[in-house]
């Protein structure tokens, strides 16, 4: 993808209709290489990802699209044609994609070289060969490096940046203990053989655009797991993808199923190169056991965020970048421990700000544990892929799509936002003072402050402030006479204030989306139940409210500020001046 911010000449105005027809011709003739024209690097900033052309804050909004398994062939394409996959993602407003690969596509030339057809045919996979052959034709017979190769080059024609992921060595499901892929010296996972293999991917996407950073290995673990081995070969990996693409982020994991970077507080990495090292963490309901739906969730939350801080997070205050790599959530909304962890983690994650990628844009995949066609409950797109799986989780999750802070961000004074995670929304005033406080989109919410008692408007010319007097009323907007909201749990989302006649009263939300008092719930230990309605959580943001009716983060205005637009677009542009 090439850097398109040029204003076009408006010289081509006078172009005649016959040249404008050569014109497209010439422009499609080399459309399909637009995605390497010119370098579009990132780097870091302290703890942040920006963009190098602009200095400003790239956030990384990602879905992971699984091509490690058995068939080592991006999931789908027996279902939709790429393209349509990639307008997919970029429509749910996901700016990346977290692109996973097995070792063995660049380091064994016989599997590399191995047709997609030929693959499924390896497998017995009859019905996805006849699903590509329809939806993908022009795929089904390169060889599985090339066919990965082409994906790549599709996403970035369509503005999908690109984190290619090592998930394992040997193609198939992940992850255990003992499957030999864990870590250095298991059966399937040799150093040398690793650092060949990541070596030849980054330099075989030296000068794709949209390749912006390699993870180096996911989810290390195992009973030969140690902190001395990380450094001793994850520097070595680190160097040599550097040494072979200088463009690209390099992301490291940690130990536990990357649950654990907590040894980098005693002894850092040292590398040869700065302004391209990230590392990355994993968390999901499951790695908590049933606590979720077993215990109080405003205690287990704040056990969990406290043990992220010494694990992960910690990171952050060291000024690395932490990217989420892998999260998600049974999509099918039956799993009770999962709908209340992810109002913790998008609480969390939206007050650190951080760069994600969710698990999985996958419906199902060729091939799953031994079941043809099996399908990913985790997956943001139905069996067939044609249907999201849950419009509301997206809702939520598009908050969180767009930067709150960092640097290029500063269009107003540091403030707060009132985010409510159960709906990825947050607080906003009504037209007059007169109307009730709702629930709302985040980037037209105005500037709050919150002194640990006071949560007040920012920038109006009278001091407003929230009150509230009865329970099951809506909270006020007023000038004075304010409330002293305190944070009562666990989970630092809780905001209480004492009532007139002496109650406590937490803010809630009504089934009209007013913001209310309402009794607290779930604050006792014993208490087992969901206090997701009643959790707030105040996240910094130097953004000015958008009332224009775009978000400023929206993928529109993420593509031109990214300086990459689709091919399809700019040749519009292009035609309309010129037949103007």
Known sequence: MAKLQQQPNYRFAAITRNSVLHFLLLFLSYSSILHRASAFPLSTESRWIVDDSTGRRMKLACVNLASHLEPMVAEGLNRLPINEIAQKITSMGFNCVRFTWPLYLVTNATLGSTTVRESFRRLQLDDPIAGMETHNPSIIDLSLLQAFKEVVGRLGENNVMVVLDNHVTKPGWCCRDYDGNGFFGDEFFTPDLWVDGLTRMAAMFRGYTNVVAMSLRNELRGPKQNSNDWYRYMTRGAE???????????????????????????????????????????????????????????QVCGIVINHLKRSATFLLDQQYPLFVSEFGIDQTGTNLNDERFINCFLGYAAELDVDWAIWTIVGSYYLGEGVVGMSEPYGLLNWDWVEIRNTWFLEKLSALQRPFQGPGLAEAEIHKLIFHPSTGLCVLRGLTPLDPLKLGACWKSDPWSYTGQTLSLQGTTTPSCLRADQLWRPVQLLNGDCSTWEMITDSQMHLSTKLKDGTSGCLDVDSDNNVVANPCKCVRVEERCDPGSQWFKLVDSTRKPNDRGVPSGSRQQRSRRRGFSSGRSLLWEFLGLALA
């Open 240 to 298: 040599a993808v550097h040494a072979a693409n200088p463009d690209i982020l390099v992301i490291l994991s940690g130990l536990n199923y990357d649950g654990d970077l907590s040894f980098l507080n005693n002894q850092p990495v040292n590398l040869t190169f700065s302004k391209k090292l990230v590392f990355e963490v994993h968390w999901y309901g499951f790695t908590d056991g049933d606590g979720w739906a077993d215990g109080n969730t405003n």
